[in-house]
């Protein structure tokens, strides 16, 4: 008993860090990545079929569907598509990136001049570096993301010791607090002695 309870300790770990079976590198050679990417952009994509299936069905079922009304259900779905698809979050060494359908966001993390909070229906943490490039992403991925979260942090880290940082301590500082409540009730959840979620900054 106390063998597979350590084994499954072992596998809950190996997959928080990115390392689990279900774990696929992307292909640009990146050290972490958003281990619920996937799922999350396959739901998108089944939301965007869906609909689009749905009103050509009730087009053709009233009789009025033609090429243009069905080209234009389709453009809802894909736009569909394109709202909930959530960009995909890697980094690697003093890098980090966001890629949409079209193109990707990268920024250096050692080269950091602005870290801020921007928050709304979805917040959002916005990174600046010193050659304007930006980049937005939800504070819940690297929260559920510890090896992306480390890989931000190291390389803040550095910018803030080369005097580059100067703005972004306070969203860091309530993030990183916020990562190590959730990983400190995930640590006890698994153990057994709690069942309240930890409070959100």
Do not use: F
Not at 8 to 17: D, L, P, V
Not at 52 to 62: F, I, M, N, S
Request: aromatic share 4%; glycine share 10%.
């Amino acid at each position: 008993m106390g063998r597979r309870q350590t084994l499954r300790a072992r596998t809950r770990t190996r997959e928080a860090y990115g390392r689990g079976p279900k774990a696929r590198p992307p292909a640009d050679g990146a050290r972490a990545w958003d281990r619920h990417w996937r799922r999350e952009a396959r739901a998108a994509w089944w939301c965007g079929l869906a609909l689009g299936a749905v009103l050509l069905l009730a087009d053709l079922a009233r009789g009025s569907l033609d090429w243009p009304r069905g080209c234009c259900w389709a453009a809802i779905g894909g736009a569909l598509v394109a709202v909930l698809r959530p960009p995909r979050i890697t980094a690697g060494e003093n890098w980090l990136a966001a890629r949409g359908l079209l193109r990707e966001h990268r920024v250096r993390t050692d080269l950091l001049t602005q870290v801020r909070r921007a928050d709304g229906i979805a917040p959002r943490l916005v990174l600046r570096d010193v050659a304007g490039n930006r980049v937005e992403l939800d504070p819940a991925v690297l929260a559920a993301n510890p090896l992306l979260w480390h890989h931000l942090d190291a390389g803040a880290r550095r910018a803030r010791a080369r005097g580059l940082l100067r703005e972004g301590a306070q969203p860091l500082q309530a993030l990183a607090a916020r990562i190590d409540d959730e990983g400190a009730h995930r640590l006890l959840k698994d153990a057994g002695l709690t069942t309240a979620p930890p409070q959100k900054p």
